[in-house]
């Protein structure tokens, strides 16, 4: 059965009383339409000109950057500013740039997320946090996540699908090429309180602290172990795939801090990353955590700022965080106390 085309959905929404949903609406579009152009840059795989290609420069955060990464930034970047938006700010630049400073919504934005991954032909995607401008883009993009109006992300795999949220539930849109449109395929998006299956890079357990190893430890031990029930493991390492397996089939994701040598306050981004990713998750029904503090109760400090994340299955985030607040088990931890 044919499902609602994201055009419609947007304009349904827009009915709604809310003061910025027809930018909004032309927002989402404006970016739906750059996924179906990058996402034909990505098929080209090796024969794209700009597909493997590493960059001499880095972005913001020091890593190396590919082409594809700054063509997808400049894709996104002129979708925004042709939909009017305030402030663009993206993994790939190191300060927010000012496009229509009255508009009353900016973007934040990781244009690539998991370009390491292009090489490998492992799915990547595009993540990106919608919120209400402030008087300039330094205290719009250091809010809390509660503040967003919508977030979602784009994920180029085996369909092109478009996961978003409003504020009121989580919806999933695949593009379909017969019909040249998003199409909603999943709507009211509900995942499992509880959870047989996890993600973890279990090759860092010497690095992790002592209540991530005690939780580890108890999943493994399966039905035979304290949890009585057997774990299913996985772990992509692309965080667009890993949450889209969570939202349609359950489970929970853990990147954690550790004791190497950046990785202290963990590595995935909070304002373009874990925020938005956060409020898919909780739209969804599941719970986003740093290990102590929901994560979208945290105030950013800095635009760039890292954090640990573990989301998903309610049920055993509470365990986590349960796990992280024990003095017998956790470790003492700034981050027990940073909160909005």
Same mark, same amino acid.
């Given at each position: 059965?044919?499902? @609602?085309?994201? #055009?419609?959905?947007?304009? $349904?929404?827009?009915?709604? +009383?809310?003061? /910025? =949903?027809?930018?909004?609406?032309? %927002?989402?579009?404006?970016?739906?339409?750059?996924?179906?152009?990058?996402?034909?840059?990505?098929?080209?795989?090796?024969?794209?000109?700009?597909?493997?290609? @590493?960059?001499? #420069?880095?972005?913001?955060? $020091?890593?190396?950057?590919? +082409?594809?990464? /700054? =063509?997808?930034?400049?894709?996104? %970047?002129?979708?925004?500013?042709?939909?009017?938006?305030?402030?663009?700010?993206?993994?790939?630049?190191?300060?927010?740039?000012?496009?229509?400073?009255?508009?009353?919504?900016?973007?934040?934005?990781?244009?690539?997320?998991?370009?390491?991954?292009?090489?490998?032909?492992?799915?990547i995607g595009t993540i990106f946090s919608i919120v209400p401008s402030l008087a300039d883009a330094q205290s719009t993009f250091l809010q809390p996540g509660t503040a967003q109006v919508a977030a979602g992300?784009?994920?180029?795999?085996?369909?092109?699908?478009?996961?978003?949220?409003?504020?009121?539930?989580?919806?999933?849109?695949?593009?379909?090429?017969?019909?040249?449109?998003?199409?909603?395929?999943?709507a009211s998006v509900q995942i499992n309180p509880e959870a047989k299956e996890f993600a973890l890079n279990m090759s860092n357990y010497r690095h992790w602290d002592p209540a991530l190893r005690a939780y580890?430890?108890?999943?493994?031990?399966?039905?035979?172990?304290?949890?009585?029930?057997?774990?299913?493991?996985?772990?992509?390492?692309?965080?667009?795939?890993?949450?889209?397996?969570?939202?349609?089939?359950?489970?929970?994701?853990?990147?954690?801090?550790?004791?190497?040598?950046?990785?202290?306050?963990?590595?995935?981004?909070?304002?373009?990353?874990?925020?938005?990713?956060?409020?898919?998750?909780?739209?969804?029904?599941?719970?986003?955590?740093?290990?102590?503090?929901?994560?979208?109760?945290?105030?950013?400090?800095?635009?760039?700022?890292?954090?640990?994340?573990?989301?998903?299955?309610?049920?055993?985030?509470?365990?986590?965080?349960?796990?992280?607040?024990?003095?017998?088990?956790?470790?003492?931890?700034?981050?027990?106390?940073?909160?909005?």
């Amino acid at each position: 059965m044919r499902g @609602t085309v994201l #055009s419609e959905f947007l304009t $349904g929404a827009s009915g709604r +009383a809310h003061p /910025v =949903h027809e930018p909004l609406a032309a %927002l989402i579009e404006r970016f739906a339409g750059v996924a179906v152009s990058l996402r034909t840059a990505i098929q080209e795989g090796a024969l794209g000109a700009s597909f493997s290609t @590493t960059l001499s #420069s880095s972005n913001a955060d $020091g890593d190396d950057q590919k +082409a594809l990464d /700054v =063509h997808a930034d400049d894709l996104f %970047l002129q979708a925004a500013s042709e939909a009017g938006i305030a402030f663009y700010a993206s993994e790939e630049q190191a300060e927010p740039l000012v496009l229509d400073g009255i508009s009353p919504l900016s973007v934040a934005i990781d244009p690539l997320d998991g370009s390491s991954n292009i090489d490998t032909n492992i799915t990547i995607g595009t993540i990106f946090s919608i919120v209400p401008s402030l008087a300039d883009a330094q205290s719009t993009f250091l809010q809390p996540g509660t503040a967003q109006v919508a977030a979602g992300f784009f994920v180029y795999g085996p369909q092109l699908a478009l996961v978003l949220t409003l504020g009121a539930g989580t919806s999933i849109f695949v593009y379909s090429e017969r019909e040249g449109v998003f199409l909603k395929a999943y709507a009211s998006v509900q995942i499992n309180p509880e959870a047989k299956e996890f993600a973890l890079n279990m090759s860092n357990y010497r690095h992790w602290d002592p209540a991530l190893r005690a939780y580890a430890d108890e999943c493994l031990a399966g039905a035979s172990g304290p949890r009585k029930k057997n774990f299913n493991m996985r772990w992509i390492a692309s965080l667009v795939a890993e949450t889209y397996r969570i939202l349609v089939r359950g489970g929970v994701f853990m990147y954690p801090r550790d004791n190497r040598k950046g990785y202290d306050q963990g590595r995935l981004r909070l304002v373009y990353e874990a925020n938005p990713v956060a409020m898919l998750i909780e739209q969804a029904g599941g719970a986003a955590i740093n290990g102590y503090t929901r994560i979208l109760d945290l105030k950013p400090a800095s635009l760039h700022e890292r954090t640990p994340f573990m989301f998903g299955a309610r049920n055993e985030i509470d365990l986590l965080r349960q796990y992280h607040a024990d003095p017998a088990i956790g470790r003492p931890s700034t981050l027990a106390s940073k909160k909005a």
